[in-house]
């Protein structure tokens, strides 16, 4: 049997994936992280895109859009901290849109450099958001 790592990827909401794996990608601040068991040990950040999760035991592979966080790696398991994680599947693009459009409303009314940074951070995270989106819809 191949070899398998444990996965946890985890919100400030909720625990949105929790399962064995043979393969995980993480998109890294310098890149994607390829991640198989018994791995290095690492803690980095991550910025919003996709985690790609290939199942133990399946061909099946989960998408978990994550607007960055913190990763884990220790040799048996991997854990991702992420600020906001959705589920490929769940992503509403209506949504994301709007939520764009709210956020380029309130960056033409910043004033302050606090809050221009704030929604200029929301508006690179509801970026990403829809590129998956598109990216999945090709597929």
């Not at 040990?41 to 910025?47: D, F, G, N, V, Y």
């Not at 913190?70 to 994301?96: H, K």
């Not at 849109?97 to 606090?114: F, I, P």
Request: charged share 25%; glycine share 8%; aromatic share 2%.
């Amino acid at each position: 049997m191949a070899s398998t790592i444990q996965v946890e990827v985890v919100s400030a909401e909720e625990s949105v994936f929790s399962g064995e794996a043979t393969f995980v990608v993480v998109p890294g601040e310098l890149g994607d992280l390829g991640i198989y068991p018994k791995h290095t040990p690492l803690i980095t950040r991550i910025k919003a895109g996709s985690v790609r999760i290939q199942s133990a035991g399946s061909n099946e592979e989960t998408a978990i859009f994550v607007a960055g966080g913190i990763l884990e790696i220790q040799p048996g398991s991997v854990t991702v901290l992420a600020d906001t994680a959705i589920r490929s599947n769940d992503l509403d693009e209506a949504r994301a849109q709007e939520a764009q459009k709210r956020a380029e409303e309130a960056l033409r009314a910043a004033t302050d450099k606090q809050e221009i940074a704030t929604v200029e951070a929301e508006l690179a995270m509801l970026g990403a958001q829809l590129a998956e989106i598109r990216k999945l819809r090709k597929n």
